[in-house]
């Protein structure tokens, strides 16, 4: 077994680490502190086929796997949770569907704008009665001549107010549940689509969350993503491999936390002695080194039981369950070290143990995770 990276991926690596550093974040605080989107990075993410990254070259990607993908979250997350999440949730869950289970027409239509960063994508599945249980959604889409139409509205839809695709799931027959649910793909600017305010959130503050309305929204008959009543499969695949790019963000955030706690370490002196030199912070490092290697590892396997085409469901989920567990415990033991500091805005460690509680919500909690690898052990 084989724990190295190639050569191909330690230079994305360094590019994507040179690239956060130097691009993403210089301006992190700010755009966290304004809950503004950072427009200004995504065609400079689009140049390095970060927005395409597991879209194949014949689409205008960089055609790279799972690996590729974590390594490339792990390194923006070191710095910007709120990019990070932009760049996992466009990769993974609109274009991954479209991918997924998009007709040729449809990935030339769409796919090859994704990856280009022509426009960003979003995913719409959450609702009011509908986030955990997801199965449970009551948006409604009816066939009407040529066009579907529907009705209801989403919740806490990432780049709800920036995208130019949204891929929406609706149920097609109330009566049948999961298996009456259907995918469609709609436009910005379609009548009858509503943007919601953008919400003002706890972390990942600069990544644009925001409700949906449809009142009679219609979609062309072509533009019906997948088999008709068959989406709900292919939601649950998306979302088993978007759990590896939130593990990869968790992992990121807690390297954060841990590189920013070396540093401080290192340089605050108390009772004559620089922090680091004292037992119950040394522990602290210790644990923390030694879990986000842990957590780092979890991901990589489940990337690459993906990449090489088998059963990576319990895998993904055990990833993001023990991650985004890690990122919260090692961004608040870095709060601790920092002591009053920490709990400042002046330092970076405050705002990676907000985006950091993101990873155990997002793209299904840390109770569905558990959920998931209990049945997958129990079939």
Sequence with gaps: MNFDLTDEQKLLQRTVREFARNEI??????????????HELIPKLAELKLLGIA???????AGLGAIETAIVLEEIARVDGATALIVASHNSLCTGHLLAAGSEAQRQKFVVRLARGEVLGAWGLTEPGSGSDAASLESRATLDGGHWVINGGKLFTTQGSTAGVYVIMASTDLARGKEGISAFIVERGTPGLIVGKVENKLGVRASDTVALHFENLRVPEENLLGAPDGAFRDVVKVLDGGRIGIGAMAVGLAR???????DYARRRRQFGRVIADFQAIQWKLADMATEIDAAR?????AAQLKDTGQPFRQAASEAKLFASEVAMRATTQTIQIFGGSGYLKDHPVERYFRDAKLCEIGEGTSEIQRMVIARELLR
Excluded at 25 to 38: T, V, Y
Excluded at 297 to 301: A, I, M, P
């Design 297 to 301: 590892l979890l991901v990589h396997w």
């Design 55 to 61: 879209v194949p070259e014949a689409y205008g990607g």
């Design 256 to 262: 954060g936390a841990l590189e920013e706690s070396l």
């Design 25 to 38: 974040a210089p301006g992190a605080a700010e755009r966290d502190a304004e809950g503004r989107f950072p």
